[in-house]
Nanobody, 119 residues
């Protein structure tokens, strides 16, 4: 599966962004999907995950209550709506696919999209 993330940009603190990740392939609806991010000088960290049919979602504490992950299996796309953005949300955001649908083993990764939050 190939993943293409988009929707990043420059936004002021308190603003919102919606990231999208379009997937190729017929198996999208069987994969769990996740969003990760990596800030300069830091390790990549989990942001949010969603099961194959969207019944289960998980969030990092740092974004819980401010972000919503969702998916549209008819469009082979997963989204990350981020609200009340903070400067510490600045990072490159990556989407990833977990064929095992256990929200743990992400085998496929897309290229990142840059999110920059100004104070």
């Amino acid at each position: 599966v190939q993943l293409q993330a988009s929707g990043g940009g420059l936004v002021q603190a308190g603003g919102s962004l919606r990231l999208s990740c379009a997937a190729s392939g017929r198996s999208f609806s069987t994969y769990a999907m996740g969003w990760f991010r990596q800030a300069p000088g830091k390790e990549r960290e989990f942001v949010a995950g969603i099961s194959a049919i969207g019944r289960t979602t998980h969030y990092a504490d740092s974004v819980k209550g401010r972000s919503t992950i969702s998916r549209d299996n008819a469009k082979n796309t997963v989204y990350l709506q981020m609200n009340s953005l903070k400067p510490e949300d600045t990072a490159v955001y990556y989407c990833a696919a977990d064929p095992s649908n256990i929200l743990v083993r992400y085998d496929y990764w897309g290229q990142g999209t840059q999110v920059t939050v100004s104070s």
